[in-house]
């Protein structure tokens, strides 16, 4: 199985910070990587997918980047509707893994 | 607008049975994969089960292998899982998810996800 393996854990910032989260993958994902957020007591919601797509409806100020073994999503100025936890997940075999999740935390 | 509405959690005794249901409505169900994602309370999101768009090609997490069996009725559009054998460890809301391949593989719609408690 591919380990996605997120970080930091957790981190704390404040409305308008720029914010970075890194996913790492235990071997060759290519561009199959997915990011999501998750809201307490909601579904996940799709943000970025194939590495660097935008879905339809999420805000520009979200970007995802990087191919292979090592990904990044940005959030460029924090918004307190942005205050959840992220998840990665490859999607490039079966079964399909997510990394343990990046809890963002208002300072 | 495409939903996907998840049912059948329940508190359930060790070593019991349960099947989930999940009706998609707003898109043309027969033509996705489907698949199971649980997420334990306050941990992370774990892939459980998917099922392609004819029914015939089935895949398990090892932790439920032989023991959930993933299905769906096209003619009604629903999508179950049937868990069998139930462990304290399988105690999660369960989530089903569409996914979509165009441009990569994702899962571009959620159910509201059901809750399992597995307790004696």
């Known amino acids: 199985d591919i380990q996605m393996t997120q970080s930091p854990s957790s981190l704390s910032a404040s409305v308008g910070d720029r914010v970075t989260i890194t996913c790492r993958a235990s071997?060759?994902?290519?561009?199959?990587l997915n990011w999501y957020q998750q809201k307490p007591g909601k579904a996940p919601n799709l943000l970025i997918f194939?590495?660097?797509s935008l879905q339809s409806g999420v805000p520009s100020r979200f970007s995802g980047s990087g191919s292979g073994t090592d990904f990044t999503l940005t959030i460029s100025s924090l918004q307190p509707e942005d205050f959840a936890t992220y998840y990665c997940?490859?999607?490039?075999?079966?079964?399909?893994?997510f990394g343990q999740g990046t809890k963002v935390e208002i300072k | 607008e495409v939903q996907l509405v998840d049912s059948g959690g329940d508190l359930i005794q060790p070593g019991g049975s349960l099947r989930l249901s999940c009706a998609a409505s707003?898109?043309?169900?027969?033509?996705?994969?489907m698949h199971w994602v649980r997420q334990a309370p306050g941990k992370g999101l774990v892939w459980v089960s998917r099922?392609?768009?004819?029914?015939?090609?089935?895949n398990y997490a090892d932790s439920v292998k032989g023991r959930f069996t993933i299905s769906r009725d096209n003619a009604k559009n629903t999508l179950f899982l049937q868990m069998n054998s139930l462990r304290a460890e399988d105690t999660a809301v369960y989530y089903c998810?569409?996914?979509?391949?165009?441009?990569?593989?994702?899962?571009?719609?959620w159910g509201q996800g059901t809750l399992v408690t597995i307790s004696s």
């Open positions: 707003g898109f043309t169900f027969s033509n996705y994969w």
């Open positions: 099922v392609n768009s004819d029914g015939s090609i089935r």
């Open positions: 071997q060759t994902i290519t561009n199959y």
């Open positions: 997940q490859q999607s490039y075999n079966t079964p399909r893994t």
């Open positions: 998810a569409r996914e979509s391949a165009v441009l990569g593989r994702y899962f571009d719609s």
């Open positions: 194939a590495a660097s």
